[in-house]
């Protein structure tokens, strides 16, 4: 499985962006899908993840209520919408695949996507 993730760069605080994961290779109506942020001198850490039928959805505490996930299955892609964003939300972000979900919610997941870039200017 191939993961392409896109649709970052500048945004000023406050405002939205939204970053889209198109996947290849693999049945992706079967994955559990997630993003992933690092932030400049952190660690990777988890953002959310969705499970393979969307009905199962899981949120970092600081993006509860400003990130929405969603996956459109016919386009094998999943999206990262991010509202009310923030100086603190200036990451790389990486979408993330695995069969099962908890993986995907633990970053124990098989498949990774590389990153892109946000930066947020307050």
């Known amino acids: 499985v191939q993961l392409q993730a896109s649709g970052g760069g500048l945004v000023q605080a406050g405002a939205s962006l939204r970053l889209s994961c198109a996947a290849s290779?693999?049945?992706?109506?079967?994955?559990?899908m997630g993003w992933f942020r690092q932030a400049p001198g952190k660690e990777r850490g988890f953002v959310g993840a969705i499970s393979w039928s969307g009905d199962r959805l899981y949120y970092e505490d600081s993006v509860k209520g400003r990130f929405i996930i969603s996956r459109d299955n016919a386009k094998n892609t999943v999206y990262l919408q991010m509202n009310s964003l923030k100086s603190e939300d200036t990451a790389v972000y990486y979408c993330?695949?695995?069969?099962?979900?908890?993986?995907?919610?633990?970053?124990?997941?098989?498949?990774w996507g590389q990153g892109t870039k946000v930066t947020v200017s307050s």
């Open positions: 993330a695949a695995d069969i099962l979900f908890t993986p995907v919610v633990r970053g124990t997941n098989k498949y």
């Open positions: 290779g693999g049945t992706f109506s079967r994955l559990s």
